[in-house]
């Protein structure tokens, strides 16, 4: 059974930082298409970005609101994958979730305020 | 980028109804298109993928159709557990997610 669980949400001022993890297990992640994708608080679901598998190229793309700012990574040796953002706005708050399509981890919330 | 027009954005059912909410594509996408519930604080689930297949342990009231640009889910007879968002999803270029249908009790 694949499980995701994500990780590292939290209070951010614009403009900052924050990484996000998803750990994964039944999936390794190396050899998966894994995405981010997140939803504003009251509002409809956003895809954020995708990573490829290691053997198709391990390239990434990004939704063009995020794209230059965010980036999507992972570590095989512990099986996890990250979306680190920098330059947060305001509209970046919401729900993060990492997906291995059919199954999403829980969500983490990250919000950015001053 | 292929845009994902669904319809409606709610509707208001009753127990027992049959509940059809569609899902248009921009472009063609072959059958890269699936079909999610979301209930508040929760996150999604699938239940239909590649327009049709009906996802392991999805009461068989939950059936996808469509081709094309044009794709339905179609709830046979509404249950009280079926209050909640959907959401259409194609995969054939990167995400696009449809906006969403609300299904409230009548």
């Known amino acids: 059974e694949v499980q995701l669980v994500e990780s590292g949400g939290g209070l951010v001022k614009p403009g900052g930082s924050l990484r996000l993890s998803c750990a994964a297990s039944?999936?390794?992640?190396?050899?998966?298409?894994m995405s981010w994708v997140r939803q504003a608080p009251g509002k409809g679901l956003e895809w954020v970005g995708r990573?490829?598998?290691?053997?198709?190229?391990?390239?990434?793309d990004y939704a063009a609101p995020v794209k230059g700012r965010f980036t999507i990574s992972r570590d095989d040796s512990t099986n996890t994958l990250y979306l680190e953002m920098k330059s947060l706005k305001t509209e970046d708050t919401g729900m993060y979730f990492c997906?291995?399509?059919?199954?999403w981890g829980q969500g983490t919330l990250v919000t950015v305020s001053s | 980028d292929i845009q994902m027009t669904q319809s409606p954005s709610s509707l208001s059912a009753s127990v027992g109804d049959r509940v059809t909410i569609t899902c248009r594509a921009s472009?063609?996408?072959?059958?890269?298109l699936g079909w999610y519930q979301q209930k508040p604080g929760k996150a999604p689930k699938c239940l239909i993928y590649?327009?049709?297949s009906l996802q392991s342990g999805v009461p068989s009231r939950f059936s996808g159709s469509g081709s094309g640009t044009e794709f339905t889910l179609t709830i046979s007879s509404l249950q009280p557990e079926d209050f909640a968002t959907y959401y259409c999803?194609?995969?054939?270029?990167?995400?696009?997610f449809g906006q969403g249908t609300k299904v409230e009790i009548k």
């Open positions: 997906v291995y399509r059919p199954t």
């Open positions: 039944g999936v390794t992640v190396k050899n998966a298409w």
């Open positions: 990573i490829r598998a290691e053997t198709e190229g391990g390239t990434t």
């Open positions: 472009q063609g996408i072959r059958n890269e």
């Open positions: 590649d327009v049709s």
């Open positions: 999803l194609q995969h054939q270029t990167l995400w696009t």
